[in-house]
């Protein structure tokens, strides 16, 4: 092989950037060649590449025309991994590498993805080169101290993550082909459906959609006007202030309205306060990442992770697909020393203030993937050398590990209790005693506001109006709905942020001003699915197999028992799905020919 001595160890990592920083950690001077298109970092003796994610996928080896009167046979058909499209090049500069290396050095992610694409690499060299030494490798940060550390003591492949990731591929293969068959299939036979226009199931993708449009069905049930009574009261020292009421019926609110005319005087009956502890945040893990720069920063939780994927890949932070809530194995004090060097002072003092300190005390939460720690910085980035949203994401990584180490704020909360004769009123407020972690985390600060009132005053009715209000759908925010599919189980860490982005894709949803809107066919393919095959877009039904998976993960089952007893429960919805295809196919047709991507379903 040109320019290559044979016997070289083979070094593969999971992306071309994590390649070429673990080259400049190991190798320090080295050549970049071009291998089947695919760059490599070379020296006498390693030679490094990087791969893009998965370079296999399971698929049918056969029945992949599709065809109504093959689905059920698809429960069972035999599945084989191919190589996926756009993967060919890795493929063929491995194989072409490994016949020429004495040692396999798998530098892949560590988690149960990673894992498998491990395994998949493996599978290829093992293609041409059967006897090769083979050692897995594994860090949670591109930090030069870790991956020097983690080369030095390689471990083994982890064979039963290995078969956890492929139980799911297996049965995410089979539910989804079969059920988006079906529905698209039977739709055909009704109308012309655009060019590769497909009805999609999932068995996340679908549950999630059914979170997006509860809010909307919810609303369609319920009462469509509220009354509001607004009442203007006049205190005699601290001026006007505005409290409102709502009622379901205009009766009520004005009966409200004609007690506020004839009472007129207000008596504060009672007055709480009291302080109270606001903890700082739990470590940050990859839901909670893209559920706070979804609130915080207003960024789509795919572009989230996108982003920090590049962070990661850069050395700026450690990797950020975990679900660790625990700082196992990190070096807190490393971190604080390198971040008061920080071009933003705020930071760097706090940094400093920590460093000083004789004992850190973290808040730490119970989750620990044992794969990856929690989300912190790496190293202090140079001014200018970010901007944008990759700037605010980093600096929110920060803060956040920062406020995991300093202590509670404390609010004092005061409350007030209003009647107005039969009209019982209230009003709160809140100042901040103690920062705390609100000196560097300002995202949960909140508005200070005084409550200036004592038990025994009167307010006098300036003025009492009532007015009907719209009553609209309590749409999901992006952040609220990434922290119920965590609570029901409903993806993982690498995948949430797609199901939310598929169901966009496929025209049931769209992003609103910072919601989550149902479109008329998201919101009709769960209403036909909930009346006629509920367990389907059940909440819970992605928790149940994730319970399973877990399992064998931990080798305590197989994962062809799994898939078994997982594609009964599909089979059984099948046939009842099947035995209701028309009234299901008659709605999502009229669905189909409204035609509105994004419209008013108020109306």
């Known amino acids: 092989m040109r320019g290559i001595r044979r016997g070289f160890s083979l070094v593969v990592a999971e992306k071309n950037k994590v390649a070429r920083a673990i080259a400049n950690i190991l190798l320090g001077k080295y050549r970049v060649l071009r291998i089947k298109g695919v760059p490599i970092y070379t020296s006498e003796d390693y030679v490094i590449m990087g791969v893009s994610g998965h370079i296999l996928n399971l698929d049918f080896l056969e029945y992949r025309e599709w065809r109504y009167d093959t689905l059920k046979e698809l429960f069972s058909a035999d599945v084989e991994y191919r190589v996926r499209r756009g993967a060919e090049k890795y493929v063929r500069a491995i194989e072409y590498l ?3 290396a004495r040692r396999l050095y798998l530098a892949l992610d560590n988690d149960i993805e990673g894992e498998h694409i491990c395994w998949e690499v493996l599978e290829i060299v093992r293609r ?3 006897y090769i030494k083979v050692y897995r490798i594994r860090f949670s940060s591109l930090d030069p101290n870790e991956v ?8 083994g492949l982890n064979e039963f993550w290995i078969e956890k990731s492929a139980t799911r591929q297996e049965v995410d293969l089979r539910s989804g082909v079969i059920f988006t068959r079906l529905l698209t ?3 055909r036979r009704k109308m012309k459906l655009p060019k590769n226009r497909i009805i999609s199931y999932g068995p996340c993708q679908s549950p999630t959609l059914r979170l997006i449009v509860e809010p909307f069905l919810k609303w369609r049930a319920g009462e469509k006007y509220r009354y509001v009574l607004r009442l203007m009261l006049e205190h005699p020292f601290y001026g006007e202030f505005t409290f409102t009421k709502s009622y379901n019926n205009l009766e009520e609110a004005e009966r409200a309205k004609e007690e506020a005319l004839r009472v007129r005087i207000a008596e504060v009956v009672n007055v709480k306060s009291w302080v109270e502890k606001k903890l700082p945040p739990k470590p940050l893990d990859a839901y909670e990442l893209a559920s706070r720069a979804a609130k915080f920063l207003k960024l789509p939780s795919r572009k989230t992770m996108s982003i920090a994927e590049e962070l990661y890949r850069n050395g700026f932070i450690s990797y ?3 679900e660790t809530q625990i700082y196992r194995g990190v070096n807190l004090r490393r971190i604080l020393s390198r971040l008061i060097n920080y071009h933003v002072k705020e930071i760097s003092n706090i940094a400093r203030e920590l460093l000083s300190q004789k004992v850190l005390k973290p808040r ?8 990856h720690p929690p989300i912190h910085p790496i190293r202090a980035t140079k001014k200018g050398e970010l901007s944008g949203d990759y700037l605010k994401l980093y600096e929110l990584i920060v803060r956040h590990f920062l406020a995991t180490l300093m202590p509670p704020a404390k609010i004092k909360r005061k409350e007030a209790h209003i009647k107005l004769g039969n009209i019982r009123l209230n009003t709160s407020g809140l100042k901040v005693i103690e920062p705390g972690y609100f000196m560097i ?3 949960e600060k909140p508005e200070e506001r005084e409550v200036p009132f004592s038990k025994g005053d009167k307010l006098y009715l300036r003025d009492v109006k009532v007015r009907r209000v719209k009553v609209k759908p309590k749409y999901l925010t992006e952040s609220e709905l990434i922290r119920i599919m965590r609570a029901k189980g409903i993806g993982t860490d690498s995948t949430m942020h797609e199901h939310i982005q598929t169901n966009i894709e496929r025209g049931y949803a769209f992003r609103s001003k910072g919601k989550l809107i149902p479109t008329p066919l998201g919101v009709t393919l769960i209403e036909s699915l909930l009346k006629v095959v509920p367990e389907l877009v059940d909440v819970n039904l992605r928790s149940n197999m994730e319970r399973e998976f877990s399992l064998v993960g931990e080798g305590k089952l197989s994962g062809s028992e799994v898939v078994k007893s997982i594609m009964k429960t599909y089979y059984d919805a ?7 295809l028309d009234w299901v196919t008659k709605d999502l047709v009229l669905a189909f020919k409204a035609g509105k991507v994004r419209p008013d379903l108020e109306k």
């Open 98 to 100: 490994a016949r020429y």
């Open 128 to 130: 041409v080169n059967p």
């Open 148 to 155: 020097r550390g983690a080369f030095s003591n390689p471990t």
């Open 185 to 187: 299939l039977s739709l």
């Open 320 to 322: 950020p697909r975990t």
């Open 364 to 371: 730490e939460g119970k989750i620990d993937d044992k794969a």
């Open 441 to 443: 985390y300002y995202f």
């Open 574 to 580: 099948f046939h009842k799905l099947e035995s209701n």
